[in-house]
């Protein structure tokens, strides 16, 4: 038979191992989010139409990836278009007035009507939990479209908000799009 001392022996070695793991896992996980910044950017992809009664779009989406140990809770996205045609907006979010959990369509981000400045500033509340380290956040899914004309201009820039950049940071690559016939 086994005595106590033997067994509380052994459980304190595991216990030991399991502690030598952890802080292994934490080394390990703290160098590989070696560029240690949160990156975030635009994808998209544009159909441009000349044809008179054809419309022309954007269709976007906003990524913000977390490279740091540290996670982003809060996280407020902000995009910017300034646009010399009208266009409409729509994607894969919630209205201010809509609640979540009686939606058919799931969605990540919600649009913040009370922070619209004029149509040329959209804001949007991240759903989801916070963003660990070495995680992302869902991408917000946008397009704009607009009716074809002769000459137009877009710039699409955003900024992303958190626990940690109250201030905002910019987009890594703002949307320049210059049409002239």
Partial sequence: MTSWLEVKTKLEALDRSWQELYEKASNYSSRNASFNKVISFLASSIDIS???????????SYHILNGTVKPLENLIVCVRIDASVRYQISGKYLLAKDRRDQQKIKANWQLLEDHQNGGE??????????????????????TLTWPTKEQYKFKIDAFYYSNRDEEGLPVDNPLLLNVTS
């Avoid at 000349?50 to 976007?60: A, K, P, R, T």
């Avoid at 500033?121 to 946008?142: C, I, M, Q």
């Fill in 121 to 142: 500033e959209y804001w949007f509340s991240y759903l989801g939990e916070k963003v660990n380290g070495a995680d992302r956040a869902e991408p917000l899914h946008l």
């Fill in 50 to 60: 000349n044809q008179s009664d054809e419309w022309s779009c954007i269709n976007m």
